[in-house]
């Protein structure tokens, strides 16, 4: 079992930045791809970013590329999300998963990813 909790959204202006983490606990976090989805409002859950197993490759929507950055720190079992160049459209409550089929990369699609954290609202005020 894999245990996710998120935390470090909040409110912030248009043009703004807001770095996101996402804790991990139980078994081997290396072990596991791990990805950011959203889901705004009436809109179905959407994928943002992941991160390889081994930390060395990302993968992005094209909606958020060039202004989110995925990472992640083994050593504090934490991955993390940095947005930058936020706007109205970023609105969503934030996931982190993970996955541990590790064949399949990127893991795009939801139910790619068998662990999800509780979410994080972040709201974009223009």
């Known amino acids: 079992q894999v245990q996710l909790v998120e935390s470090g959204g909040g409110l912030v202006q248009a043009g703004g930045s807001l770095r996101l983490s996402c804790a991990s606990s139980?078994?081997?976090?290396?072990?596991?791809?791990m990805g950011w989805f959203r889901q705004a409002p009436g809109k179905e859950r959407e994928f943002v970013a992941a991160?390889?197993?081994?930390?060395?490759?990302?993968y992005y929507a094209d909606s958020v590329k060039g202004r989110f950055t995925i990472s992640r720190d083994a050593a504090k079992n934490t991955v993390y999300l940095q947005m930058k160049s936020l706007n109205a459209e970023d609105t969503a409550v934030y996931y982190c998963?993970?996955?541990?089929?590790?064949?399949?990369?990127?893991?795009?699609?939801?139910?790619?990813?068998?662990?999800w954290g509780q979410g994080t609202q972040v709201t974009v005020s223009s």
């Open positions: 998963a993970a996955s541990s089929t590790l064949n399949r990369w990127p893991g795009i699609e939801a139910a790619t990813y068998h662990y």
């Open positions: 139980g078994r081997t976090f290396s072990s596991y791809h």
């Open positions: 991160i390889h197993w081994s930390g060395v490759t990302t």
